[in-house]
């Protein structure tokens, strides 16, 4: 059995079977803005239309503050009709030389980003004729790519972990569960960490589904079903005749914390004798995607399955297209 590592205490082919819940369909009244409205009350209404429509907390945090650099810069008490394509063009330069802020380039892409998404905000939702981000230009900032588990190395990744399960001394079930649901849904580190017993549906052995479930109204657009292959119904069973032999439907599915499930991931990499890469949640969630892509999955229902917003997807598409070299 893979011996259970402590956590530091600074630590904080598949079936293509989708269902993402969508949003309301209740009509959703724009904030009441018009050309002559202040920077300041644009922001306000800005954020309140992100919460309406689920966007991350990570994303609301990085446009909030953005935006409490664009006010700072414009006035808040500046009239929306009164900003102008010169006047946007000089908020970086302004940035560095009137706040002597020095940024990355990823940094600089997605301040751009922001005047864009914000001001072509206001001018979809028809409170600007204009919009003075469109001519600017975007800087790309180039990450560097990620990179993926071979196909080989997913078998052996499997075989290995299935080898652990059926050793005859110490037999450990979770491993091969882990790395089975992680290389078919691709879910993120937190999604797993929170899975309930409950949440991996055996009730069809043959077409078992993995229900991801997020508590917050406003992450609804998140929840999805996502099919998985027969071989997980059996893993299942070992697993909790192992590590649950009592339990509760509403049990945490891995009850160990996150770290500890790195270090599992990261032991059978090893012992794989995989050394390109780490093998990690997000090695994998990244294999899963490219390896679905290559497979034919609609990009609407990739995205979907990974949980992603339109927004994120436009990067993460791009790092797929490249990966898989279209």
């Not at 657009?221 to 299942?236: E, F, I, M």
């Not at 996150?258 to 090695?283: K, M």
């Not at 990244?286 to 609609?298: I, K, L, Q």
Request: proline residues 6%.
């Amino acid at each position: 059995m893979m011996a259970e590592k402590k956590q530091p205490q600074a630590e904080n082919p598949q079936p293509d079977v989708v269902r993402a819940e969508q949003p309301s369909d209740a009509p959703v009244l724009e904030p009441p803005l018009r050309a002559h409205s202040t920077v300041q009350e644009a922001v306000g209404a800005f954020e309140e239309y992100m919460l309406r429509k689920g966007f991350s907390e990570n994303t609301i945090r990085a446009f909030r503050n953005d935006l409490r650099f664009v006010a700072d810069y414009l006035g808040r008490e500046m009239k929306l009709y009164q900003v102008s394509t010169v006047t946007l063009e000089n908020f970086l330069p302004w940035l560095e030389e009137s706040r002597g802020l020095t940024f990355s380039a990823k940094t600089q892409a997605r301040r751009i980003t922001t005047l864009k998404v914000f001001f072509g905000w206001l001018h979809g939702v028809g409170v600007i004729g204009n919009d003075p981000a469109e001519p600017i230009v975007h800087v790309q900032a180039r990450t560097p790519l990620p990179v993926i588990v071979r196909d080989s190395d997913v078998r052996t990744l499997l075989l290995k972990a299935q080898d652990i399960s059926r050793n005859r001394q110490e037999p450990d079930a979770r491993p091969y569960l882990l790395v089975s649901l992680l290389v078919q849904t691709g879910i993120k580190k937190a999604e797993c960490a929170r899975l309930s017993i409950e949440d991996l549906d055996i009730s069809q052995p043959k077409a078992p589904v993995l229900n991801v479930r997020y508590r917050e109204e406003r992450y609804r657009h998140k929840n999805r079903a996502l099919g998985l292959t027969a071989t997980v119904a059996p893993a299942l069973q070992q697993y909790l005749a192992q590590y649950a032999p009592q339990y509760s439907p509403q049990d945490l599915l891995f009850d160990c914390t996150p770290r500890n499930l790195e270090y599992v991931l990261e032991d059978l990499g090893e012992l794989a004798g995989i050394r390109y890469v780490q093998i990690g949640f997000e090695t994998l969630r990244w294999t899963c995607a490219v390896r679905d892509f290559r497979n034919g999955m609609p990009e609407e229902q990739l995205r979907q399955k990974l949980g992603l917003s339109k927004i994120s997807w436009r990067e993460t598409s791009a790092k797929i297209y490249e990966l898989t070299g279209r």
